[in-house]
C-alpha cells in the first residue's frame, strides 16, 4: 500500500513542479525548480526557528520535509515508468528510513540514510527506479547513504555487524509495501532484540568504548 508522510506542518507545494522529464535536456530545468522549493522550505525551517521553536520542533520539520520530498519523487519515478503500473512497482520495495533519520531525528546537516527493501528477483522497472532515485537526490544537494537489500541479507549483516544491526532496529516506514516493512521489522525484532540481548548491549557497549578511544581527544569525541 502506498503511504506519503503527511506531518510536514508547512505544506510543501508540488504543482510548481514540472514531471520528472523523459529527456536529459529536460533534467537541468527539473532540478533547478526542485532545488528551489526544497531552498524556500528550508528557510521556512530557519525562519521556524528563530522565531524560537526549539530542536526538538526543527529536526522533527526537517524530517517531514525529507520525508515529503522522497515520497513525492518516488512515486513520480513509479509514475514515469511505461510498462508496468506504479502500484505494482510500490509493491515490490519498501523504503526505509534508518538510524537518526529513522527515529525522525533529521538534523538539518546530517546524512540521510535509506534501505530499500526488496525481494531476492525484482522486476527490470523496479530495479531501475531504484537505481535512478538516489543520483536524482544527489543532483538535488542532497546528501544520501543507500542500501538495497532483501530481508536474510539484512538479517545476516545485522548478526556480522552491530552497527548495522543497530541501525536496523531505528528504522521507519516511508513509503512502498507496508508488508514487507511489518515482516522486516517482525523479524529484527526476533533476531537483534529478543535473541541474546545482554550480548548486543555488551557489544554496544564495546563499540561506545572504541568509539571515544579512537578519538583525538575532547573536540572530536562523539556524542553520548
Known amino acids: 500500500m502506498d503511504y506519503t508522510n503527511d506531518k510536514y506542518e508547512f505544506g510543501i507545494d508540488f504543482s510548481n513542479v514540472s514531471p520528472i522529464p523523459d529527456n536529459p535536456a529536460g533534467l537541468l530545468k527539473y532540478q533547478i525548480d526542485f532545488k528551489k522549493l526544497i531552498k524556500t522550505e528550508q528557510n521556512k525551517i530557519k525562519t521556524f ?4 521553536a526549539g530542536g526538538r520542533e526543527v529536526i522533527q520539520a526537517h524530517t517531514a520535509l525529507i520525508d ?23 509493491e515490490e520495495f519498501s523504503l526505509i528510513a534508518v538510524g537518526g533519520y529513522g527515529r525522525g531525528e533529521l538534523n538539518p546537516c546530517s546524512d540521510i540514510d535509506l534501505l530499500f527493501l526488496t525481494s531476492k528477483n525484482i522486476r527490470r522497472s523496479t ?61 529484527v525484532e526476533k533476531n537483534s532484540l529478543r535473541k541474546n540481548i545482554k550480548g548486543f548491549l555488551h557489544e554496544k557497549s564495546k563499540e561506545k568504548k572504541s568509539r571515544y578511544e579512537d578519538g583525538a581527544g575532547p573536540s572530536s569525541d562523539p556524542e553520548p
Open 127 to 187: 530495479d531501475l527506479l531504484i537505481q535512478d532515485f538516489i543520483p536524482i537526490l544527489w543532483d538535488l544537494g542532497l546528501e544520501v547513504g543507500s542500501s538495497c537489500r532483501s530481508l536474510q541479507e539484512c538479517l545476516v549483516l545485522a548478526e556480522k555487524d552491530v552497527t548495522a544491526k543497530t541501525s536496523m532496529i531505528e528504522t521507519r516506514f516511508m513509503i512502498g509495501s507496508q508488508k514487507k516493512y511489518k515482516k522486516f521489522f517482525q523479524s
Open 49 to 52: 526557528h528563530r522565531s524560537g
Open 68 to 90: 515529503s520530498v522522497l515520497c513525492y519523487l518516488i512515486k513520480e519515478l513509479a509514475a514515469s515508468r511505461k510498462k508496468v503500473s506504479p502500484e505494482t512497482i510500490l
